[in-house]
C-alpha cells in the first residue's frame, strides 16, 4: 500500500498570505494525484487531479505541481473561504490512498 | 448535475452489520465510464477508501477491510449499497459515496452520514 504523507500537519496563514502545502508519496505514483479541500460538517472539494489540472470552477489561486513522490499545492492569496483541511489522494495503484491532511488555519 | 445522496440508519450495534444506500440523482449510474465508491472518515482522522462497484456488479475493495465489506449495485433504482459487518467502534465514520471516473479520481461526493457504534 502506498502511504501518502502530508506536511505540516497544520499551516497558519494570514489572508492574502500565500500557502504551500506538501504530499509525498512512499513511492513513485507518476502524476496520478489528486488535491481536496473539506470544511467542517462537508464533503470534500475536488480542486486539482492529474497533479496540475484544475477541476471545473475551482479558482486560479489553486495550483498544483509535482511527479513521482513529491507534490505541492499552493495557494496565492488567501481568501477567508480557503481555510479548510487539504486531502491528497494517489489513485495510481490500488488499495487508492489519501494523505491524513492538512489544516490551514487563519493567522 | 450529478449529485449523490447516502441513507441508511445512524447508530449500529457492534457486532452486527452496517448498511448504507447511495442514491444517484441527475445522472446515469450505468455508464461505462466510471465507477462508484465508498469513502469513509473516522472523527477526526483522515479519509480511507473502501470499495468501488462498477455498473455490472465487478468490485474492488480495500484489502484492509475486504473480510468484511459488500458493495453492490441495482441499476435500475440508481443506487448502490454498502456492507460492513461484524462492527466494532473503529467503524465509527462518516461514510461518504462517490462517482470515480475509470482508474481516476472521486468527484462528486454525497454529504456524508455518520454511523455511529454503539450499544
Known amino acids: 500500500e502506498i502511504v501518502m504523507t502530508q506536511s505540516p500537519a497544520t499551516l497558519s496563514v494570514s489572508p492574502g498570505g500565500r500557502a504551500t502545502l506538501s504530499c509525498r508519496a512512499s513511492?513513485?505514483?507518476?502524476?496520478?494525484i489528486a488535491w481536496y479541500q473539506q470544511k467542517p460538517g462537508q464533503a470534500p472539494r475536488l480542486l486539482i487531479y492529474?497533479?496540475?489540472s484544475r477541476a471545473t470552477g475551482i479558482p486560479a489561486r489553486f495550483s498544483g505541481s509535482g511527479s513521482g513522490t513529491e507534490f505541492t499545492l499552493t495557494i496565492s492569496s488567501l481568501q477567508s473561504e480557503d481555510f479548510a483541511v487539504y486531502s491528497c489522494?494517489?489513485?495510481?495503484?490500488?488499495?487508492?490512498?489519501f494523505g491524513q491532511g492538512t489544516k490551514v488555519e487563519i493567522k | 448535475q450529478l449529485q449523490l445522496q447516502e441513507s441508511g440508519p445512524g447508530l449500529v450495534k457492534p457486532s452486527e452489520t452496517l448498511s448504507l444506500t447511495c442514491t444517484v440523482s441527475?445522472?446515469?449510474?450505468?455508464?461505462?465510464?466510471?465507477?462508484w465508491g465508498w469513502i469513509r472518515q473516522p472523527p477526526g482522522k483522515g479519509l480511507e477508501w473502501m470499495g468501488n462497484?462498477?455498473?455490472?456488479?465487478?468490485?474492488f475493495y480495500n484489502p484492509s477491510l475486504e473480510s468484511r465489506v459488500t458493495i453492490s449495485v441495482d441499476t435500475s433504482r440508481k443506487q448502490f449499497s454498502l456492507k460492513v459487518s461484524s462492527v466494532t467502534g473503529a467503524d465509527t465514520a462518516v461514510y461518504f459515496c462517490?462517482?470515480?471516473?475509470?482508474?481516476?479520481?472521486?468527484?462528486?461526493w454525497g454529504q456524508g452520514a455518520l454511523v455511529i457504534v454503539s450499544s
Open positions: 441527475d445522472g446515469s449510474i450505468s455508464s461505462s465510464s466510471y465507477f
Open positions: 489522494l494517489q489513485y495510481d495503484q490500488w488499495p487508492r490512498t
Open positions: 462497484v462498477y455498473h455490472n456488479g465487478n468490485t
Open positions: 513511492q513513485s505514483v507518476s502524476s496520478d
Open positions: 492529474g497533479a496540475s
Open positions: 462517490a462517482r470515480v471516473a475509470v482508474g481516476n479520481w472521486f468527484d462528486p
